[in-house]
């Protein structure tokens, strides 16, 4: 049993949520009712558990990233922080007027969302239930978030700094050791409630067809930002795109826009880039600058939204992509850290339940590491763009 879990763990991220969606699929044909109440138990712990942790995900990751952006406030910071928000909220709008115009077209049937509500509501019980009541609501903890972030850019005292870093390191660790690993037997357990109700289907070709509008999105924000910093610093784009390849893959197979940091960088010196701009900007957009997981967010939200058959205000959209911008600021570093940091949102502002949220989670990991290539290959053009800015400044 042990050798099985240690071969699991080498496992990627994607390939297990792979294995626990078809095993879910098949599996929900023909098993026992007493074998679908184990999982129908555990999702719901797992979820009473998720709606818990989700303010605190916020104030955790929030807060410190905001009071350490304004720690080191200076130009270079300020201005790559605004180009990198910028790019996000481009990204974002960009998804959501495209999607718009794609997805009644390619969505046309909606799921019984009766179908897909907690498993112990339908024809499958649970053996029993922990409520797990969060200590605030997820708008307490954006606006104490924001309060606390802002006040320690601004006093001089490191100790709440220290406080909220360390304690940043918790829900980091909380995320990736217990939250992370445990996706796959979630993402099981309602694909068997999902094949016992006969839904399947519909939902696979959501999954493909919301996909494929992604992935062409993906590259048409990447050939955007490149032609505007390729206009900006005199550089032929798709060569300064090409050049940033290597990043691209390497992505492709971390993950992690940290763990890809070195490949990027070098691919940013290769496109000319000042080694003290490259430096500073890489590192730094490697933490704020997620347009390709913004746009993955916005796009599935959208998706799953017309998949159920709710009504898609724009009003409230245009806030959502706003905060989409703020929340990826302060996602982990870690396989799907960025739909953890969004959750808090999605829930609050587009109103989605457990279900709604767990189809999300399962979309968004399911081509994570595209998401997370599209945003190294952005930090590039970001990169390409202070360069022009610092030479500029010190012509002057």
Known sequence: ?????????????????????????????????????????????????????????????????????????GKLLLITAAIAYLSTLFSGFLTFFSCQAVFPKIITGTIDAASVQSIEEGAIKTFFSIGMPPVMDVMSALILSFCI????????????????????????????????????????GMFLSISISGQVYSVIMLFLKVISVIFVLHILLLLIQYAVAGAVSRRHPLKALKTMLPAYMTALGTSSSAATIPVTLQCALNNKVNPNVASFVIPLCATIHLA???????GFSLAIIYFFGMAVDFPTFVGFIFMVGITMVAAPGVPGGAIMAAIG???????????????????????????????????GAVAMIMDRWAAKEGNQ
């Not at 949520?17 to 138990?41: D, H, S, Y």
């Not at 001089?156 to 390191?169: I, M, P, V, Y």
């Not at 590491?369 to 290959?377: I, L, P, R």
Request: proline residues 4%.
């Open 1 to 73: 049993m042990s050798k099985i879990l240690i071969h699991l763990k080498r496992i990627p991220l994607l390939g297990r949520v792979v294995i626990a969606i078809i095993l879910g699929i098949m599996l929900g044909q023909f098993v026992p009712v007493w074998f679908a109440r184990i999982f129908a138990t555990f999702n719901d712990l797992f979820g009473n558990f998720l709606s818990f942790f989700i303010p605190l995900i916020i104030l955790g990751l929030v807060a410190p990233a905001i009071g350490e952006l304004g720690k080191g406030a």
């Open 149 to 188: 972030g802002i006040g320690l850019s601004v006093i001089a005292g490191e100790t709440l700094q220290k406080a909220f870093s360390d304690f940043r390191d918790i829900v980091t660790m909380i995320i990736g050791t217990l939250i992370i690993p445990l996706l796959p037997l979630y993402i099981f």
């Open 292 to 298: 390709g997981s913004a746009m993955k967010v916005v």
């Open 345 to 379: 949102i999605i829930q609050s502002m587009l109103g989605f339940d457990e279900q709604m949220i767990g189809l999300m989670i399962t979309v968004y990991i399911a081509v994570d590491s595209f998401g997370t290539a599209c945003n190294v290959t952005g930090d």
